[in-house]
C-alpha cells in the first residue's frame, strides 16, 4: 500500500493526474513507447540551416532574396531565415519604410509567402507550388533544382525554394532539430527493454532520416489515427504493453486503446477522456517520466517482496528448531542461534515482525534507486542485496531480541 501511495504522490509531483491505479502498474510493465515526432523527439519548429544555391546563382543574392523574403514572417522558420543572413553574410539593418515593401503573407492555397520591392518579385514556398509559379511565368523548373530537393528530403529536412523575378536562385534547407538528451533517453530504455516508436505525419524519407538521428527503434510515417489505433491493436495482439500521448480529438481511439495513455491537459476533451492519466504541464516528453516512476515503482516492489520472501524463511528456518527441540531432541543441532527457549523465540519473532514492517515503510514510500538496466540484472542485484540481506537480518535481530527479554526475564 505504501509503495502504491508512493508512486501516486510522485506522479502528483511531475504534474500528472491518474485516473485509475491500474495505469500506474501498468507503466512499470510498458515495453512499447509510442511518442509523437513533434514536440517530444523535435523542438517542433524547423530552423534554417542552410541556403543551397542552383543554376550558378550567388549564394549571397539568395540569402538577401530569402531574407527580405521572410521579413514580415513571425514563424519561428521565418525567423530563422532572418537569423542565418545575418550571420552568414551579415545581412542587417534594413529600413523597411524606405524600402517600400508590399510584403505577401503565405496562404493555404498558394503555398508561398514573399514581398513585392522596387519591381521585383521575390517568393519562398514548397516545391511544388514554386514549380508551377515560375513555369506559369516562361521559367523552368531545373534537374539541378529538383536534386537539391531530394538531397534535403533524404536528409529528413525541409526545402523552401527561393525565387526572384520568377528565376529560382536556390534553396534554404530547413532542419527540424533534434531535442538535447533524447538518444540518451531512447538508450536507457532501451537497456531496460523499452522499445521507442516515432509517430509523425512526415513521408517514409524524412521519418526515416529524422528517427535514425534521434534514436528511436521505429517509426510510423505519414500516421493516420486509424494507422496509429491498428499499431497499437497489433502490439498488444502479441503481448505487448503500450504506452503513448496525445492531445488531439483523432488521437482519442488510440489513447483509449493504449494501456498507458498520458493527454495533454491543453488537448481536446475527448483526449483527456480517453487517457487514463492527464498531464497538467501538456509537456510530450512527461510519458518518459512516467514510464519512469511506473519502473521506480515496480523495483521498490520487487525490492520489497525478495526482502520479505527471504526473511521469512530465515526467520522460520531460525525460530523452527527451538520450537520443537521438546518433542525432537534431534532439531537441537539446527538451533544454531541458540534461543533461549520456544516462548523466547515465538515472542523474539513477533516483536521483530512488527518492527521490520515499520522499518520498510520509509524505503517503501521512498523508493529505490532507479536503474536503467535489464529484468535479469535488476533481479541478481536484488538477491544479491535484498535477498541476502533478507537471510542476514532476521538471524541477527531476533538473537539480539532474545538476548534482551531473557535479561529482562520477560519470558
Not at 73 to 93: H, M, Q, Y
Amino acid at each position: 500500500s505504501a509503495i502504491g501511495i508512493a508512486g501516486m504522490s510522485r506522479l502528483n509531483q511531475a504534474n500528472v493526474l491518474a485516473m485509475s491505479g491500474r495505469a500506474i502498474e501498468a507503466a512499470g510493465d510498458v515495453d512499447i513507447l509510442m511518442l509523437d515526432k513533434t514536440g517530444t523527439i523535435t523542438l517542433g519548429n524547423r530552423q534554417a540551416c542552410e541556403f543551397i544555391p542552383v543554376d550558378g546563382a550567388d549564394t549571397k543574392e539568395l540569402a538577401d532574396a530569402a531574407q527580405l523574403s521572410s521579413l514580415s514572417d513571425e514563424t519561428p522558420e521565418g525567423r530563422s531565415i532572418v537569423v542565418l543572413a545575418k550571420e552568414k553574410f551579415n545581412i542587417r539593418g534594413r529600413n523597411l519604410h524606405e524600402l517600400n515593401m508590399e510584403f505577401v503573407p503565405f496562404s493555404a492555397k498558394t503555398r508561398m509567402s514573399g514581398v513585392n520591392l522596387n519591381g521585383l518579385e521575390i517568393r519562398k514556398g514548397a516545391m511544388d507550388a514554386i514549380k508551377e509559379y515560375v513555369e506559369a511565368h516562361g521559367h523552368g523548373y531545373s534537374k539541378e533544382c529538383q536534386q537539391v530537393v531530394e538531397e534535403i528530403s533524404h536528409k529528413g529536412g525541409t526545402p523552401l525554394i527561393v525565387t526572384k523575378d520568377f528565376k529560382i536562385l536556390g534553396v534554404i534547407y530547413l532542419k527540424d532539430i533534434i531535442k538535447q538528451g533524447v538518444q540518451e533517453k531512447f538508450a536507457d530504455l532501451r537497456k531496460m527493454g523499452i522499445r521507442t516508436i516515432m509517430i509523425t505525419g512526415d513521408n517514409p524519407l524524412t521519418a526515416a532520416a529524422i528517427a535514425a538521428e534521434a534514436g528511436v527503434d521505429d517509426f510510423l510515417a505519414e500516421a493516420t489515427p486509424e494507422g496509429k489505433l491498428q499499431m497499437i491493436r497489433d502490439f498488444q495482439a502479441k503481448g505487448h504493453l503500450v504506452a503513448m500521448t496525445g492531445d488531439g480529438t483523432n488521437d482519442a481511439p488510440a489513447l483509449a486503446q493504449a494501456d498507458v495513455a498520458v493527454a495533454m491537459n491543453t488537448g481536446t476533451q475527448a483526449a483527456k477522456e480517453a487517457g487514463n492519466m492527464v498531464d497538467l504541464d501538456s509537456s510530450p516528453t512527461k510519458l518518459i517520466e512516467v514510464v519512469r516512476i511506473g519502473k521506480q515503482l515496480l523495483m521498490t516492489r520487487g525490492s520489497l517482496t525478495t526482502f520479505s520472501i527471504a526473511n521469512d524463511l530465515a526467520k522460520y528456518f531460525a525460530i523452527i528448531p527451538a520450537l520443537f527441540m521438546g518433542l525432537y531432541p534431534g532439531l537441537g543441532a539446527l538451533n544454531i542461534m541458540h534461543l533461549h527457549s520456544a516462548e523466547s523465540a515465538i515472542f523474539s519473532a513477533v516483536i521483530y515482525n512488527a518492527l521490520i514492517i515499520i522499518a520498510l515503510i520509509p524505503l517503501a514510500l521512498k523508493g529505490v534507486k532507479y536503474r536503467e538496466v535489464s529484468a535479469s540484472k535488476l533481479l541478481t542485484r536484488n538477491l544479491l542485496v535484498f535477498g541476502a540481506g533478507g537471510i542476514i537480518t532476521p538471524f541477527i535481530a531476533v538473537k539480539v531480541i532474545d538476548m534482551i527479554i531473557t535479561a529482562l526475564g520477560i519470558v
